[in-house]
């Protein structure tokens, strides 16, 4: 039943604590919880699609795709997108006394973040596609941007580890060919 039925009949009844009421109440709150869930999963997919975003970004116009090396430089520019921002809050602040506590807010999402995606991809990893591979780099290449289609991409755990790994390895198989 939709909300706005439902609300219409909760007007419709004349005591406030009558069965009636009490479940109509009940349908509207359970309404409300599901929108809400909903609204949770799309601001996480807006996140994702966000950071992906930003990675299509710099990969646009490549044919061929990335090495190890080159990723690791990738992640480690994308782990710096928030120095800009961060310089022109400690300007503001150093300008004056009373401007001190101005944008702090920001400023402590910005670090809590900064530094939960270091931790991330100093140890288990970050959740990206595998641009290295060919495969992947060309379903990611063909991705329209949309955050609700991001779940039709392959994302993998992406570390340093994992990286300087493939790059020996690719550097290995270099010299085995030659």
Known sequence: ??????LK????????QSRKTLALARKIKKINNREKIKLGHAAKANVLGMKLAWFAEKV???EEPVS???YEELIDSYLR??????????IVQAIGKHRANQHAAR?????TTLEMEKQHFGGGGLELPDLCDAEHFKKFQE????????????LKFISRK?????????????????
């Open 1 to 6: 039943m939709p909300k706005n039925t439902v």
């Open 9 to 16: 009949e909760l007007a419709k009844c004349k005591h406030p």
């Open 60 to 62: 646009e116009g490549r």
């Open 68 to 70: 190890p090396a080159e």
């Open 81 to 90: 997108r928030f120095d800009g921002e961060l310089e022109q809050i400690k």
């Open 107 to 111: 400023e402590a999402v910005i670090k």
């Open 143 to 154: 991705w329209n941007g949309d955050a609700a289609s991001v779940q039709h991409l392959r």
């Open 162 to 178: 994992s990286l300087r790994s493939a790059a020996a390895k690719g550097e290995g198989d270099q010299q085995m060919v030659e």
